[in-house]
């Protein structure tokens, strides 16, 4: 798999439009859209905002060894995302949500 399915593989796990996903490492949609069919080449700069950002594994994205996420905590890793980028009283919510879920397994 090159970098530019990589990076496309990353931006749909975590459920990002090319718009959304460029915004968060400052960059434009043609330009990602770019990145990922591989007809714009990928600056250090780029690399190291993308893993730094989200969290992922500097090694699978360079070279598609190993995994996208470092250790079992793939899904912890985006909810901590998703809930950041969420405003404050949603973020209440979500709390609320997932204590009334813990009440309800038990």
Known sequence: MSIGARIKKLRKSLGLTQVE???KIGIVQGHLTGLERESKKI???TIIVIYSTFGISEKWLRTGEGV???GDGKEL????YCFNELDLK????????MEQLLELQR
């Not at 890793?77 to 901590?80: D, E, G, P, S, T």
């Open 90 to 97: 949603y973020q209440n919510l979500v709390l609320n949500q």
């Open 77 to 80: 890793l985006r909810v901590a």
């Open 43 to 45: 600056t250090e700069k």
């Open 21 to 23: 996903f460029g915004e």
């Open 68 to 70: 996208m996420y470092e």
